[in-house]
C-alpha cells in the first residue's frame, strides 16, 4: 500500500516520511524510507505493530506517543542504528532506550541493565504501565525524562545516579511515589513540578542542591525532610510546604 506513505527528499538526498494516510493494524517502513519524519504515525490509531527497515536512521522522540494501540515495534537485525528488546525500541547497542510503545501490555517495566541513557521514552503515558526501575548502570536521569508519563505511579530509581535533570519527573499527574538513591547529589529545576498526585517523599542525606521550582505545584505535598547542608532556591517549594531540616 505505497500511495499511504508521502515521502520527501531532503536536502542531502535522504528519503523522509513526511506522512502516513492509511491505519492498518501492522505497519511495514517502505524499504527506501532513510528518516521519519515528525509525528508521521499520529492518526494511525489502529496501528499496533510497526516493522521498521533495513536503514531508516533517524526516529524522532515523539513519533509514537500518540499511537494508543501500539504494542510492538520490530527492528530488522541488519538494520544498524535501532533494535527492538522484546518490543521496545533501543539503540543498536542496547545503550539507549528510545520509544516505549505506549500499548504495550505490562504493568511494570525494568529498564535494562546496560542501558547508560533515555530520552522522553514514556511521554504522554503508556496506558497500561504503572511502575518503572531504572538500572543500575545509569549514571543521571536527563532532562525530561519522564516528565508527562501519564499513567505511571510508582518509579524505582536504583543507585548509581548522581543527578535528576530538568522536568525529570514535571506533570506525571499520577506519580505518586518516587524512590531515589542514596548517593543522589543535585535535583534540578522544575523536576518534580505538577506532581499533583505526590503526597510524601524522601530526599537522601546526600543532596546537596535542589534546583528552583523542582517540588513546586505538588498540592498534595504538605512537608518535607531535606539534608542541613541542601541547598534550596526560594522558590523550591510552595509556600504551603512545611520544610525540615536533618
Do not use: W
Not at 1 to 25: H, S, T
Not at 34 to 48: C, H, L, P, Q, T
Amino acid at each position: 500500500m505505497a500511495e499511504a506513505f508521502k515521502k520527501e527528499i531532503n536536502e542531502e538526498g535522504k528519503v523522509v516520511l513526511v506522512n502516513y494516510k492509511a491505519n492498518d493494524v501492522e505497519v511495514t517502513l517502505p524499504e527506501d524510507i532513510d528518516i521519519i519524519g515528525n509525528r508521521v504515525f499520529f492518526s494511525a490509531s489502529k496501528m499496533e505493530t510497526l516493522i521498521l527497515n533495513e536503514k531508516v536512521a533517524e526516529i524522532p522522540i515523539d513519533s509514537f506517543c500518540y499511537n494508543i494501540s501500539l504494542i510492538n515495534i520490530v527492528v530488522p537485525e541488519a538494520n544498524p542504528f535501532f533494535s527492538s528488546r522484546d518490543g521496545i525500541l533501543y539503540s543498536k547497542d542496547g545503550k539507549t532506550l528510545l520509544n516505549y510503545p505506549p500499548a504495550r501490555k505490562a504493568e511494570r517495566y525494568e529498564i535494562e541493565e546496560g542501558t547508560l541513557f533515555m530520552r522522553q521514552s514514556f511521554r504522554y503515558g503508556p496506558r497500561f504501565l504503572f511502575e518503572i526501575t531504572t538500572p543500575s548502570t545509569f549514571t543521571s536521569l536527563p532532562d525530561d525524562a519522564f516528565r508527562c508519563s501519564f499513567t505511571v505511579r510508582k518509579i524505582n530509581v536504583k543507585e548509581g545516579v548522581k543527578k535528576i535533570g530538568k522536568r525529570c519527573f514535571s506533570f506525571s499527574t499520577d506519580l505518586e511515589t518516587v524512590n531515589l538513591p542514596s548517593g543522589l547529589e543535585e535535583i534540578e529545576e522544575g523536576a518534580f513540578r505538577g506532581l499533583t498526585s505526590l503526597e510524601t517523599i524522601e530526599i537522601p542525606s546526600s543532596v546537596k542542591v535542589i534546583g528552583p521550582k523542582a517540588f513546586s505545584d505538588c498540592p498534595r505535598l504538605k512537608s518535607i525532610k531535606l539534608p542541613s547542608a541542601c541547598e534550596i532556591a526560594p522558590d523550591t517549594f510552595d509556600e504551603s510546604v512545611s520544610v525540615e531540616r536533618y
